[in-house]
């Protein structure tokens, strides 16, 4: 997390600085304590500093410590004394207030100006800026204050009276706070370095002043909720937070914030210490922390982690110490610990607010909401404190407990609650532009929202006054206008329409004689022509209220412009309305009762401003200026214009351009030259004078001073610079005709420059350039130019409306702007100084009042001087016109996108000119069907003529060439319009192919039905779509399911297994011996046994080599055995297997419906496999249904087949029947056809005359249509399907046709006899073919019929896989539900199975390491065992030195460790010499044990008489007795941490289990919830009657809701399962009675194997006991049978005894002469003591004399106490040492005093290092001796 640390110590010293702490505290015994800045400044002067006397001077060197010491501390108290008291004199006083008199603001005037102070008096503000933060506070209970530019207004909200309160500073107001008890409050300003004022409220006296908060404004502060803090956070650049003990004037901390604004700050309500600061993409946590420096303020920035980056404009602190914040987007977020624990949305991922969250409050334990799309909602604070995410989504849903939606155009910005103790009144801010009373006491709300106040939102656009009345009119982009009574103060109307207004300008009296018009222009380039009237004048009319004393009357609505519209002017005849807009054009209308269009002119740029030439110039023009520095002359239009044209565009008029160049880079510098010329000048002058005096004097000056012209060379002057892009133009004025003032922005502002018409105009605008040709500097606006101008009445004044909120008065004495006159004038900061701009002032008709509307939405009020008394205290409202009542309203212009007048006009211009082009087309049309009628009468005359008179074809033709023509001009249109309608074909191509992939390629089989011949049986196809790839998919998937493998839920149970000795790996026991048990054989020297001795040994050798191999063998085969053997945990596979089995299926079972039914593992459902259900079920239907649509296709086949044969069989018979009479000719049977839902593919089928034939039904229906004035067109298709079903039946009635009559003949009887014949022939053939036919008919039907009841009974299976299919669904989609939470649970599970899974293994390593060290270990203490019994069988039966040998087998000794890798030989004889020593002791050890028992025999070397190859052979036993006892130390560390990690493994097991259990259980009981949802679930069984079994009293009961479903089958498993069970029973009682007697027989021959076994081992220990006299290892004697090493040994021993004899003599005389050494050096060392003795008499005698002269003058060297003290313990230390180095002198005298003691070097401590100091110590050096004394650090020793 990163956190950022801010400190902030209290110092108390910058804040008491007078000149800072502005006018400190008056003095109290004075009763007057409101005080004026100057007198407090004086009176906090005149106190003392508080550090001058804090310094005391130090104590004398000679004085006493104690002494100086105590007058420090009185001194200290003294001081701290006169501290308290002059912080007590510090404190401000209670009752203190400042003079508001001396405080506020004031206007500021230049010198010579003649201009009162109180020139501008404030009158009212009819504004109200909502765009700012918090800017509605309630200070009482009818009092609401908001900052208003430079002035907080205090309103009342019954009287709605005003009371203002001025800034101090100038510069504006940040924010305002009251505090807790509403009897202060703070007004934060801006300017440079603003302050903090806290007014008593409501005598609204300055009560503190708080400085040095911030560097450039305040943009919020709070009290905390005791009221004795206030916090307070400044804007850009310093962003500085501060906390103030604001009734003491000084700052308590102080911190930077953030490097971004900050939007508010304020004190956790419930924890003391804690702050909280939020702001743009940040939130920030602060704690008051007392550390060791002081107290501090610690910050934590909010981290947002995976949540966007958002602005936080609202947010609330919580008792717990969350924080809940809101979102652009309008969620919460819930804040701990610095970061986001949940972000908290409505139901469905809906957002809390459809916009930002601008506002928390925590009121009767709801948390409220207010946001920017006008809703209140609350909340239930435990929930939303409690949230927490249950996904990775990080979101908690929540519903609101209630809301109140205030209106449709309504942003909340901020709301207060009431005063008033339990109400629920509220007051809310609007973006918008109102002040709502709210009630909110949910859920028993009584009052309905009530809009309080309402005023313009945002930047007023245009305002102007009536030239007659105290009315002014307003407009802005919040779509409406105002009218203001500003006499009354008060508003008398407003209109709202569709879109902002731009610009306003009231009509003059010229216009309107009650001058009650106005000209509004709007963003969407319209115009509309308002009157105001009063309605109370007006005639009671039905639809007018009388309740109003003012309202507007749309008069006309015309729209000039396709771009908002900046400027609106009335010529000085009043004749000429011009308009101006930022689409580059002005427009003038005729004015009249009806304004008529003139024209428009275009201009180089956006329209600036409008302003006709005054009545003084001669010439009625119109000066436009431009945006981008152009202005444009224009002379005024004729009333009509151009109107006859075609367009509104004034063309050749006379217009004037000037293009503004700028000439301030040139004027800076003309005047750098002109100040170096002065300067030159000044030097010169000073030199001239100079020479003068040196004349005077009588000195000749000489001649380098005569001729001294040396001056600096002057710097280059900076180039011209030219903006680019230009300078913006503000606003232009004339003076004369022709010439005109302009001011600029940008870089050219602070001047006004004076401009004229160039005479030689250019023709291009674009390339002119134009420079002023003079200028007035105007002081103080290098970056505040001038944006709007206004004068008197009697042109005695001038007003300019700055780009900083503040207005400017300059005086002007004949009227006009004569050169130097803007250097004095009046200026007052009004509006607020950063983007408060001045967008229009105004001077009311009679000049006692001065308007100005800003950008920050404030309009105010002023009087000019002292009030009048005014004849009227309210402005006259124009009466309406007579007949106004009657008149319809003109038609408003509501569209943005309608056309402007000219876009009309040209549109309509359009429109004719294509009508008359069709008028054309048809004249010319009908000349061409008069000739093609003549010329087709020329063909049919040439027809009639005789062929030798008639012309041919080709000389009619009056030229070849006009055909060709016309053919190859066809040929081009076609192929044209081909390349014309290529995209159209294409798309439809397209289009019909989608239609059919989607409609037809998508269908497998289409609906086919099959009608029988004759009865009227049908059977039809199912409309079957293909398998969507969703379905392979899902396919595809479930088989991955079904592959085998293991589920999650399957565990691993171990039965009583864990002990089982056959896990252990069978290699373990083919590990190698130690070698212990090996004989060894010296490898470097030959046997001295020869003969039949070592034949001997060698046969004992093998027969015991064999007898250790048997006894391993039956070792191996015992272990074999003993592995072999089960468990007593142990069960059969089967067996277990069989009893899960029976749990499962024995039991009280429950029912599904059961509470407490739990749902086996292999009946768990989840969506996986419910979608795998689905999939199977999906494609048994979709098999059975492509089955029967098979088999109907195929019935249709045949049916074709079958009218085929028909038709055959019935030509045949045609052909009969002409051969017989009419009499005997039977009927003909009817062919069948192939209905069209036999054939539907057909209709898909189409050629191209069936195209053509439907275009023209198409176009023929549309001419019916349009005759007709019908609007919807007949469809075309079924009258073309109508079309081709009777074509249809036209051909079947071939078939119908009757057969022709023979011709009656006379015949012969020989022919009427072959007739006969023949005709019998006929007959029969007929009969033939006719029953055929029928046959073949029934046959079909007969098959139709039987494939219909197949069909039938299918129908009945889909139906019932339909409602499964629908069950499964709807179980699908519950499970889908259960989804997320069953994966969680499932995953839980999981892990904790495969945690389990992993700590199983882990203990089943552990355990199997654990045998294996076991074994190890056995198997080390058995070789331990052998080689004690070899060793023991080594000594042989009655050896003197079996002590002695025994002593050194089992002796203990330090012996060095084997390292890897050798180190240095430093540490190698390190290493000797500690084992050596080690060694040593533990001889000495071994001498002091055993001095009483063995003599004085020395462990390492044989003794005397003893053999040297037995000791030689104890040595070497010894070794690898102390080889096995490391591997066994060894093994057995390695032991305890495996059963270390073995018991934490179980206990981790243990916790795992506990999991594991707790895991399973919580998805039994979510498997339980899931199936009691599911059991909610309608499942459709139908049954027919004889399934119902249930009954009651032989009845079917009414009513089956207890009724089971069951399937039949397994009602008849369940019978046959009883029978089962009851054999099964018989079999495994009868398998347990022969179990029972096999256990019996085996029990006894248990007990005789027992009691063999007893027998026989009685019998070994007989046979021991009779051949041993004692129990013995068999195994051990067997394998130690003939030790060739120890015979070896012992003849070792004999040879070398007598060697050893005669080298211990050597070594006797060699002692002998040591001795005589060591009793010299014990002399010497006995001389070194007594020479010690004496110097440490000595030392004791310094010391007591040192003590003696430290004493007496510790008070001239007090300042070295320290020193010498660290000196003194130096030399303790120095004594210790040597008093244990004495020590060890003494113990080595009391060592060499002992016969055959060994001398060991003396301990030599180290000492630290003696520095050197001033004074002379005697040394005395002590000569090193060879046991070490005197070493480095000791050798030698300063003594004083």
């Known amino acids: 997390m990163s956190e950022e640390v801010a400190s902030s110590d209290c110092s108390p010293e910058k804040q008491d600085d007078p000149n800072e702490a502005g006018g400190g505290p008056a003095d109290p015994d004075t009763e007057n304590h409101t005080v004026s800045i100057s007198e407090a400044t004086a009176q906090a002067e005149v106190e003392p500093g508080t550090g001058a006397e804090a310094k005391t001077s130090p104590a004398s060197e000679n004085t006493d410590a104690e002494q100086t010491v105590a007058e420090g501390v009185a001194e200290s108290k003294v001081n701290g004394e006169e501290e308290e008291e002059e912080a007590q004199k510090r404190r401000i006083p209670e009752d203190l207030f400042y003079d508001y008199e001396e405080l506020h603001s004031r206007a500021f005037i230049t010198e010579h100006s003649n201009l009162p102070q109180n020139l501008l008096q404030l009158s009212h503000s009819f504004g109200y800026d909502c765009r700012r933060r918090a800017n509605l506070q309630l200070l009482d209970e009818s009092t609401l204050a908001f900052v208003a530019g430079n002035v907080l207004v205090l309103l009342d909200i019954h009287t709605k009276e005003q009371r203002h309160v001025r800034s101090c500073s100038g510069g504006g107001i940040g924010t305002i706070m009251p505090h807790p008890s509403k009897r202060y409050v703070a007004v934060a300003e801006k300017g440079k370095q603003p302050n903090i004022i806290i007014y008593e409220y409501p005598s609204l006296r300055p009560y503190r002043i708080l400085r040095g908060g911030t560097g450039q404004a305040y943009s919020f502060v709070d009290f905390n909720r005791e009221g004795t803090l206030l916090a307070s956070v400044g804007s850009a650049p310093d962003y500085m937070l501060t906390l103030w003990d604001w009734r003491q004037e000084q700052v308590t901390l102080r911190c930077k914030a953030f490097s971004q604004d900050i939007y508010r700050v304020s004190f956790s309500p419930d924890n003391p210490g804690q702050l909280i600061t939020s702001g743009s993409g ?282 908002p519209v900046t400027a609106i002017s009335y010529d000085r005849n009043g004749a000429i309305m011009a308009t101006g807009s930022v689409d580059c054009t002005v427009f003038f209308f005729a004015v009249g009762d009806k304004y008529e269009p003139i024209g428009f002119v275009t201009v180089p740029g956006p329209v600036q401003g409008l302003q006709w030439a005054p009545q003084s110039h001669e010439r009625n023009t119109l000066l436009v200026a431009c945006q981008t520095g152009h202005v444009v002359e224009v002379e005024a239009p004729g009333p009509h214009g151009q109107n006859e044209s075609s367009t509104y565009h004034l063309q050749n008029f006379p217009i004037r351009h000037f293009c503004f160049s700028s000439i301030k880079s040139r004027i800076k510098r003309d005047s750098e030259m002109a100040r170096r010329q002065a300067v030159k000048e000044k030097k010169k002058q000073e030199r001239l004078e100079r020479l003068q005096k040196m004349k005077e004097k009588g000195v000749e000056p000489t001649e380098e001073e005569m001729h001294e012209e040396k001056e600096d060379e002057d710097e280059e002057l900076a180039p011209l610079y030219i903006p680019n892009p230009p300078s913006p133009l503000h606003c232009a004025f004339y003076s004369e005709p022709g010439t005109f003032w302009l001011s600029m922005g940008g870089y050219d502002s602070g001047y006004l420059y004076h401009c004229k018409f160039a005479e030689q105009q250019a023709e291009d605008d674009s390339e002119q350039k134009d420079e002023p040709f003079s200028f007035l500097p105007v002081q103080n606006t290098e970056h505040n130019p001038i944006l709007t101008v206004c004068l008197s009445s009697v042109r005695q004044l001038l007003l300019c409306g700055m780009q900083d909120g503040s207005i400017r008065a300059f005086p002007l004495e004949a009227g006009e702007l004569p050169p130097g006159s803007m250097q004095t004038y009046w200026a007052l900061s009004v509006h607020d100084n950063h983007y408060g701009s001045v967008r229009q002032l105004r001077f009311s008709h009679d000049g006692h009042f001065v308007l100005s509307a800003g950008a920050d939405g404030n309009i105010f009020t002023f009087r000019l001087l002292e009030q009048e008394e005014l004849q009227r205290h309210q402005a006259k409202v124009p009466s309406p016109r007579i007949g106004l009542e009657a008149e319809p309203e003109a038609p408003d212009i509501e569209d943005p996108a309608a056309y402007s007048i000219e876009t009309a006009k040209q549109k309509l211009e359009l429109e004719r000119m294509q009508k008359e082009a069709e008028l054309q087309k048809q004249e010319r049309r009908k000349k061409l069907a008069e000739l093609q009628g003549r010329f087709q009468t020329l063909l049919q005359q040439n027809q009639t003529l005789p062929e030798h008179a008639r012309l041919q074809r080709s000389e009619l033709e009056l030229d070849h060439c006009f055909r060709e023509d016309a053919e190859r001009m066809t040929a081009e249109r076609v192929r044209e319009v081909r390349r014309e309608l290529a995209w159209e074909e294409e798309r439809h191509r397209i289009g019909l192919q989608k239609l059919q992939e989607r409609f037809w390629n998508s269908v497998v089989c289409d609906t086919v039905s099959v009608a029988a011949v004759e009865s009227g049986h049908k059977v039809s196809t199912y409309r079957l779509l293909p398998l969507s790839s969703k379905f392979h998919q899902l396919k595809e998937h479930g088989r991955t399911l079904q592959q085998p493998g293991t589920t999650g839920q399957e565990r691993w149970r171990s039965t009583g297994q864990q002990n089982d000795p056959s896990i252990v790996p069978a290699l373990q026991e083919g590990l190698a011996e130690p070698a212990v048990l090996q004989p060894r054989a010296p490898q470097a020297r030959l046997s001295k046994l020869v003969g039949r001795q ?585 394998t130690l049978s003939g030790n060739r090493t120890l015979e070896e040994m012992r003849q070792e021993r004999r040879v070398r005894e007598a060697d050893y004899i005669q080298e211990l003599k050597l070594w006797q005389d060699k002692v002998a002469d040591a001795r005589l050494a060591v009793t010299e050096e014990t002399r010497e060392h006995t001389e070194h003591l007594l020479k010690l003795n004496s110097l440490m008499t000595q030392q004791k005698l310094l010391e007591d004399k040192l003590n003696t002269r430290q004493k007496k003058m510790a008070a001239q060297f007090q300042g070295r106490n320290q020193v010498e003290e660290e000196k003194r313990q130096r030399l303790q230390k120095l004594i210790q040492n040597q008093d244990e180095e004495i020590m060890s002198l003494r113990q080595e005298i009391s060592v060499l005093s002992h016969k055959g003691g060994h001398i060991l070097p003396p301990s030599q401590p180290s000492l630290p290092p003696i520095p050197t100091v001033p004074y002379t110590y005697a040394q005395q050096t002590h000569t090193p001796h060879s046991m070490g004394w005197g070493h480095s650090s000791t050798s030698s020793h300063g003594v004083e």
Request: proline share 3%; charged share 30%; with cysteine.
């Open 282 to 563: 940040h939130i920030k946590f602060w704690k008051m922390a007392n550390t060791f420096t002081g107290l501090k303020l610690q910050g934590i920035l909010g981290r947002f982690g995976k949540t966007a980056l958002t602005d936080i404009e609202g947010y609330v602190g919580l008792p717990d110490g969350k924080v809940v914040s809101g979102s652009e987007w309008g969620n919460m977020l819930l804040w701990d610990g610095g970061l986001i624990k949940v972000e908290i949305c409505r139901k469905e991922g809906r957002t809390c607010h459809s916009g930002a969250i601008q506002q928390f409050a925590l009121y009767e334990g709801e948390l409220m909401t207010i946001g920017t799309d006008g809703a209140v909602r609350s909340w239930d604070f435990e929930s939303i404190d409690a949230a927490d995410s249950v996904d990775d989504s990080g979101l908690f849903e929540i519903e609101p407990m209630n809301e109140l939606i205030i209106g449709r155009n309504v942003s909340l910005s901020s709301m207060v609650k009431s005063t008033i103790p339990d109400s629920a009144i509220w007051y809310a801010q609007d973006f918008n532009g109102g002040i709502w009373k709210l009630d909110l006491s949910f859920p028993n709300i009584t009052q309905d929202p009530e809009c309080l106040f309402s005023f313009h939102a945002g930047a007023i656009e245009d305002m102007d006054v009536s030239g007659s009345s105290h009315l002014m009119a307003t407009t802005a982009l919040d779509r409406t206008v105002r009218i203001f009574d500003f006499l009354s103060k008060k508003e008398l109307t407003t209109c709202r329409y569709s879109m902002g207004g731009t610009s306003l300008i009231w009509a003059p009296r010229i216009v309107s004689s009650s001058e009650s018009v106005l000209a509004v222009g709007f963003e969407d380039g319209v115009v509309r022509l308002l009157e105001l009237y009063n309605p109370h004048s007006l005639h009671t009319v039905a639809g007018h209220s009388g309740s109003k004393t003012a309202e507007l009357y749309l008069q006309q609505a015309f729209k000039p412009h396709n771009a």
């Open 1094 to 1678: 070592a034949e001997k040994l060698r046969k004992a050798a093998e027969k015991a080599e064999k007898a250790h191999a048997k006894i391993e063998k039956r070792r191996r085969e015992w272990s074999e055995l003993y592995a072999a053997k089960p468990n007593e945990n142990c069960e059969d596979p089967e067996d277990v297997r069989a009893i899960r089995l029976a749990k499962e299926n024995l039991g009280d079972f429950k029912l599904k419906t059961a509470k407490d039914f739990t749902v086996p593992e292999h009946l768990r459902m989840n969506a996986e496999k419910k979608r795998a259900q689905l999939v199977i079920l999906e494609e048994q239907i979709y098999q059975r249904k492509s089955e029967m649509n098979a088999r109907v296709l195929a019935l249709r086949d045949s049916k074709v087949a079958l009218i085929s044969l028909l038709r055959s069989l019935l030509g045949r018979l045609l052909n009969l029947q002409e051969l017989l009479p009419v009499g005997k000719r039977r009927p003909l049977p009817t062919v069948p056809t192939l209905l069209p839902e036999e054939t539907p593919e057909r209709k898909l089928r189409y050629s191209r005359a069936t195209l053509q034939r439907f275009a023209a039904l198409r176009d023929q229906a549309g001419r019916s249509a349009q005759e007709e004035g019908q609007e919807e067109l007949p469809d075309v298709l079924e009258l073309l399907q109508q079309e081709l079903k009777e074509d249809a039946h036209a051909q079947e009635k071939i078939t119908h046709l009757q057969v022709s009559t023979p011709i009656q003949v006379p015949l012969t009887e020989l022919e009427q006899a072959s007739k006969q014949v023949e005709e019998i022939r006929s007959l029969y053939m007929q009969d033939t073919l006719i029953t055929q036919m029928e046959e073949a008919v029934w046959c079909f039907d007969a098959e139709l019929c039987l494939l219909r009841d197949e069909k039938l009974r299918l129908d009945v299976q889909m139906k019932l896989a339909d409602l499964q299919h629908v069950t499964l669904f709807q179980e699908l989609l519950l499970l889908k539900e259960f989804e997320k939470r069953e994966n969680t649970l499932q995953e839980r599970l999981n892990s904790c199975v495969q945690e389990e899974r992993e700590l199983r293994s882990k203990l089943e390593e552990c355990k199997q390491q654990l045998e294996l060290k076991r074994r190890d270990i056995a198997k080390l203490q058995e070789s331990e065992r052998t080689l004690t019994t070899t060793f023991l069988a080594s000594l042989g039966e009655n050896n003197k030195f079996t002590d002695f040998l025994t002593r050194v087998f089992k002796k203990k000794i330090k012996r060095v460790k084997k390292k890897e890798k050798a180190g240095t030989k430093e540490e190698e004889e390190d290493s000797e010499d500690d084992s050596d020593e080690g060694s040593e002791w533990d001889e000495d050890e071994e001498d002091e044990e055993s001095e009483d028992g063995a003599g004085a025999l020395d462990d390492n070397v044989c003794p005397p008489n003893c053999d040297p190859e037995l000791f030689k052979n104890a040595v070497l036993l010894r070794e690898q007795r102390l080889d096995i006892e490391e591997q066994l130390l060894e093994e057995k560390k390695t032991t305890d941490s495996l059963k270390k990690e073995y018991d934490s493994l179980v206990k981790k097991e243990k916790v795992v289990q506990s999991s594991l259990k707790a895991a399973e259980g919580d998805l039994e009981l979510f498997n339980r919830e899931k199936q009691q949802k599911l059991n909610e679930l309608d499942v459709v069984v139908p049954l027919r009657l004889h399934q119902i079994e249930y009954l009651i009293n032989g009845e079917v009961p009414s009513k089956m809701g207890s009724a089971l479903v069951l399937r039949a089958g397994a009602v008849e498993r369940l019978q046959e399962r009883i029978k089962e069970l009851q054999q099964e029973k018989n079999q495994k009682r009868e398998l347990y009675r022969h179990a029972r007697h096999q256990h019996v027989q085996l029990s006894h021959e248990l007990a005789d194997m027992e009691a063999k076994i007893r027998e026989l081992e009685a019998r070994c220990e007989k046979l021991m006991m009779m051949k041993f006299g004692k129990l013995v290892d068999l195994e051990a004697l067997q």
